[in-house]
C-alpha cells in the first residue's frame, strides 16, 4: 500500500539568540554592558543520562569587574510538547487550545544567595539526580514534528533593575532504561507483484516484476541498523531507483479525539539505475540519532516507526511496500 508523505523538519524551540564565536562549541549568555557571560557546562561529552542518574556539571560566570546580582538559580526541566498538523486544527480546536506541555520533571536550586561575584572566571559546581518518583518515567529525548520530547537546563542571574538578567539553557539528552531480557527477532520475508499491490486502479496497465527480499527483524535495537536484502527477480520496466523510507507515525489528542500523522525521517537510496536481475541488494539503514527513540505509546501521544520500501521504475509506476517497526534500547 502507498502512501505519499511529505518530509518536514523537526520544529526548533529557541527560549533566547545568543550568536556564539565561530570556533566556540556553544553560545553563551552575554551582558555586553557588562562584558559579562554565564555558561552551563554538563560534565559527559555527549550529554547523555538516564533515570537514576546524577547530571552534574558547572555553572561559569566570566567577567571583567565585579558583579553584583539578587541570586543564581539552576532549573532543570522536561516536557513533553504536543501540537497538530493544520488538517486537523478545525477538528481538534478544543484540543489546540488546551494542549500545555506535559511536564515530565521540574526542579529548581539556588545556587548563590544575592551578592558578588569577583573578576574574572567564577566556577560553581552542581549535582541534579534524575530520579523519578511513584510510577513517573523519563521519556527518551526525542524531536519530531508532531511530538517533541525535551529536558533542558537553565541558569539564571537575576539582577538589578538598572541591569539586565542573564539566562542560559543547555539541552541534555536522556536515554531511557535498556529493556531486560533477550529481544526476539522477528524476520520478515516479502514478495513483490502486481497482484500484491493495494489501492491500484489500473493493475491491467502495470508492467510485469517480481520482487523478493526480507528483513533480518522488525523487532530493531536503536543502536543498531535494520538490515536484509532485496533482490529484483525480474521486471519488464527498467528500474530507475531503490530507496529506503524511514517513517514516524505521531499519534497525540484527548477525549474529543485523537490525530495521526506521518512523516518522512530519511530516505536512503541503495540502488541506481536498472539494476541485475537476480543481485542481492543488501538493505542497511541507521536509525538516526533524536529523530527516533523507542517505540513510545501513552495516554496522549504515542511515537511509532515505519520503513518503506520503494521502487521507481522509468514508466514512473511507484512500487511502495510498507513494513512497521518496534525500536528497543538494549
Keep these: 500500500m502507498w502512501r505519499g508523505w511529505g518530509s518536514r523538519a523537526p520544529p526548533g524551540h529557541v527560549r533566547r539568540c545568543h550568536v556564539a564565536h565561530p570556533g566556540s562549541r556553544e553560545a553563551v549568555s552575554r551582558d555586553g554592558t557588562m562584558g559579562t557571560t554565564l555558561d552551563v557546562r554538563v560534565k559527559r561529552a555527549g550529554k547523555v543520562y538516564r533515570d537514576g542518574e546524577v547530571l552534574s556539571g558547572v555553572v561559569v560566570i566570566t567577567s571583567k569587574d565585579t558583579v553584583q546580582h539578587q541570586g543564581i538559580s539552576l532549573t532543570m526541566e522536561g516536557s513533553v510538547n504536543l501540537q497538530l498538523s493544520a488538517k486537523n486544527v478545525g477538528v481538534f480546536e478544543a484540543f489546540c487550545n488546551t494542549a500545555k506541555p506535559i511536564q515530565i520533571i521540574n526542579s529548581t536550586i539556588e545556587m548563590v544567595k544575592p551578592g558578588k561575584l569577583p573578576s574574572g572566571k567564577t566556577e560553581i559546581p552542581f549535582e541534579f539526580p534524575l530520579q523519578m518518583k511513584g510510577n513517573k ?22 539582577r538589578s533593575l538598572l541591569a539586565k538578567d542573564l539566562t542560559k539553557t543547555c539541552e541534555f539528552i536522556v536515554h531511557s532504561l535498556s529493556q531486560k531480557g533477550k529481544l526476539l527477532p522477528s524476520p520478515v520475508d516479502f514478495t513483490i507483484t502486481p497482484e500484491t499491490l493495494q489501492n491500484v486502479k ?11 527480499g526480507h528483513l533480518n527483524s522488525t523487532n530493531c535495537v536503536i543502536t543498531q541498523p535494520l538490515t536484509g536484502e532485496l533482490v529484483v527477480e525480474s521486471a519488464e ?32 537510496q541503495i540502488a541506481d539505475g536498472d539494476v541485475c536481475r537476480g543481485l542481492p541488494i ?46 528497543c534500547r538494549m
Excluded: W
Aim: proline share 5%; net charge negative; aromatic share 10%.
Design 137 to 158: 518515567v523519563l521519556y527518551e529525548t526525542y524531536h519530531g514534528v508532531f511530538v517533541n520530547i525535551q529536558y533542558t537546563l537553565r541558569c539564571d542571574m537575576r
Design 202 to 212: 489500473e493493475r491491467a496497465s502495470l508492467p510485469k516484476f517480481l520482487i523478493r
Design 237 to 268: 520496466a527498467a528500474v530507475k531507483s531503490i530507496e529506503l523510507q524511514l517513517v514516524r507515525v505521531e499519534t497525540c489528542g484527548c477525549a474529543e479525539g485523537y490525530a495521526r500523522d506521518a512523516t518522512e525521517i530519511q530516505n536512503i
Design 282 to 327: 543488501p538493505i542497511h539503514m541507521v536509525f538516526p540519532r533524536l529523530f527516533t527513540c523507542p517505540t513510545l505509546e501513552t495516554t496522549n501521544f504515542k511515537v511509532e516507526f515505519e520503513v518503506n520500501i520503494v521502487v521507481l521504475l522509468h514508466d514512473d509506476h511507484l512500487i511502495t511496500e510498507n513494513f512497521p517497526l518496534k525500536l
